[in-house]
């Protein structure tokens, strides 16, 4: 089945805990993106990707690295979360940039206390 | 970045009515998509719809590109159709841009 995996789910951590939101796809799609959902603001884009070894910022990457060393994975790191992550967090992946569908992932609402 | 403007932002409806939401653009865009966000945050695909008319079961949507609209029609509601919907379009190539979406409650 296509689809877009994110893990984990759920994550409840403390302030400068270092965490990674694991993301991967099994649709070979080469492009890949980052979200954030915040009541209010929307979802807004954190990073993405257009294919390995090419990311590129959003709208609102500070706090927030990204890596893709291979075409599948684009994991999502907090080097050191503040409260002001907390958040629901979507991965993307579509075919390619441009006139093609996104898939989206589960999502994984992190909070940081 | 484009702006997107979804409406109305609430709607109630009796389950078994029909329902039309709407999505403005404010310029061209190269992809749109209508998703539905559940009740545990998941965001599923329901249209993939830069132009045109699509129909799957109970939802359709239409999207007229040269007058920056898209519309979906849910027919015969039923409660599991309660969330929220959002409309997101893309333009440049490297993101979406996402409404402030349409939340839906129907009621038995």
């Known amino acids: 089945e296509a689809q877009v995996t994110q893990n984990p789910r759920y994550l409840i951590t403390v302030t400068g805990k270092k965490l990674t939101v694991t993301c991967s796809q099994n649709m070979n799609h080469e492009y890949m993106s980052w979200y954030r959902q915040d009541p209010g603001l929307g979802l807004r884009q954190i990073y993405y990707s257009m294919n390995v070894e090419v990311t590129d910022k959003g709208d609102v990457p500070e706090g927030y690295k990204v890596s893709r060393k291979e075409k599948r994975n684009f994991p999502l790191i907090l080097e050191s979360p503040s409260p002001n992550q907390t958040s629901l967090y979507f991965c993307?992946?579509?075919?390619?940039?441009?006139?093609?569908?996104?898939?989206f992932g589960q999502g994984t609402r992190l909070t940081v206390v | 970045g484009i702006q997107v403007e979804q409406s109305p932002p609430d709607l109630i409806l009796q389950e078994g009515a029909n329902s039309t939401l709407r999505c403005n653009f404010s310029?061209?865009?190269?992809?749109l998509q209508w998703f539905h966000q559940n009740p545990w945050g998941q965001l599923i695909n329901l249209f993939y719809?830069?132009?045109g008319t699509k129909q799957n079961g109970r939802l359709s949507a239409t999207t007229v590109a040269t007058e920056r609209y898209s519309l979906l029609y849910i027919s015969s509601s039923q409660t599991t159709d309660s969330g929220v919907y959002f409309c997101a379009v893309e333009r440049t190539g490297n993101q979406f841009y996402f409404g402030t979406g349409t939340s839906l409650t129907v009621i038995p």
């Open positions: 719809i830069p132009s």
């Open positions: 310029d061209s865009v190269n992809n």
């Open positions: 993307a992946s579509s075919l390619s940039i441009l006139n093609t569908e996104a898939f």
